[in-house]
């Protein structure tokens, strides 16, 4: 079982940018699809964006498309999310979330898809 480890949130005005990191606790971290999702107060948990085994896939919300950008470094058994010209509508709890699944773009941007899950954090963007 790997355990996922956020960081990097923060609070930030609307247009700035941060970069969230989600360690994993495992040796066969290349072997998972990696994701990102997020949870507003009130909001059902969304997706926010995907990336394959080796990285040479991704997937993106359209409310995300052109502004963030998922990455991975298996080396460092890390992902990324990097995030430019927030808004304040980006404001939420960001989990990063693990699965062993096959890549699909049918199906990598379901929450069902993902049996790991980090604790979260938070990004807040003020207006």
């Known amino acids: 079982q790997v355990q996922l480890v956020e960081s990097g949130g923060g609070l930030v005005q609307a247009g700035g940018s941060l970069r969230l990191s989600c360690a994993a606790s495992?040796?066969?971290?290349?072997?998972?699809?990696m994701g990102w999702f997020r949870q507003a107060p009130g909001k059902e948990r969304e997706f926010v964006a995907a990336i394959s085994w080796t990285g040479d896939y991704t997937l993106y919300a359209d409310s995300v498309k052109g502004r963030f950008t998922i990455s991975r470094d298996n080396a460092k058994n890390t992902v990324y999310l990097h995030m430019n010209s927030l808004k304040p509508e980006d404001t939420a709890v960001y989990y990063c979330?693990?699965?062993?699944?096959?890549?699909?773009?049918?199906?990598?941007?379901?929450?069902?898809?993902?049996?790991?899950w980090g604790q979260g954090t938070q990004v807040t963007v003020s207006s």
């Open positions: 495992t040796r066969t971290f290349s072997n998972y699809v």
């Open positions: 979330a693990g699965s062993q699944a096959p890549w699909t773009i049918a199906t990598s941007y379901r929450d069902s898809q993902y049996p790991y």
